[in-house]
């Protein structure tokens, strides 16, 4: 008897939508758009094998929120294909539809489902999420410029870090643990290496200087969160 006696090949597997997406996108997920095994959350987790490094990473997020957790920081290294955006995603949809993780692990879905955080999410590859001086993201009453700006619109919060966005300076750790404040949040950062390469290898010397104030920005970003209820996870090229 061969394999086919014994397993059942899932039907989006045979869907030629998913031929033609390499690897999914935060972005998209984020925006409810995509393909639906990455979109909908309960086809997302019964689809999803989950490994211990995967489950080591949501228990870890789920405890820095709670405020029980030591570390706030969690770097993902992988090469191109590894998995980092798929655990971003878990982590996502972890956190906007626990009842969806309940079917996996009842445990671990009690626990977002109690702290209930914000979320936060920036994808490098997104003029929407990461928005950036030369495209700024129009709003009605005001521009976000850049990717601190993003992440101090998401939170409710532009008023914050309206002088930063506005002149593009990296925001101090100060003025982030203020714009976090105690409430429980997750930040979400894909791609931000590249994001930030495509200015510090920009002709125009004011986009150089953004893509160094990106690099500072993640820097005191990730001081920031020490002592706090927020949970930071950052996909890195392995090579970083």
Not at 5 to 14: D, G, T, V
Not at 35 to 46: G, I, Q, R, S
Not at 50 to 65: I, K, N, P, Q, T
Request: aromatic share 8%.
């Amino acid at each position: 008897m061969g394999v086919k006696a014994y397993a059942k090949a899932r039907r989006e597997l045979f869907d030629e939508r998913l031929d033609e997406q390499l690897a999914p996108s935060l972005a998209e997920v984020y925006a409810g758009r995509g393909h639906e095994v990455y979109a909908n959350a309960d086809l997302f987790f019964e689809g999803t094998h989950f490994s211990d490094s995967m489950r080591r990473v949501l228990r870890g997020v789920a405890e820095a929120v709670r405020g029980v957790g030591a570390r706030k920081v969690f770097p993902l290294f992988s090469l191109y294909g590894g998995g980092k955006t798929h655990l971003l995603i878990a982590i996502l949809h972890a956190v906007r539809r626990p009842e969806a993780l309940a079917r996996v692990d009842a445990e671990l879905a009690k626990v977002y489902a109690e702290a209930r955080p914000r979320l936060v999410v920036l994808d490098g590859e997104s003029d929407e999420l990461c928005p950036n001086p030369a495209k700024p993201l129009d709003l009605k009453h005001y521009a976000v410029r850049t990717i601190w700006g993003s992440m101090a619109h998401q939170l409710g919060r532009y008023d914050l870090l309206k002088v930063e966005d506005e002149r593009v300076y990296a925001p101090s750790v100060e003025a982030i643990r203020r714009l976090l404040g105690d409430e429980p949040t997750v930040i979400l950062v894909d791609e931000i290496a590249k994001y930030a390469a495509r200015f510090t290898g920009s002709p125009d010397p004011s986009l150089q200087g953004y893509g160094r104030g990106v690099i500072a920005f993640i820097e005191s970003l990730a001081r920031a969160v020490e002592g706090t209820r927020t949970a930071l996870v950052v996909t890195l090229p392995l090579e970083v």
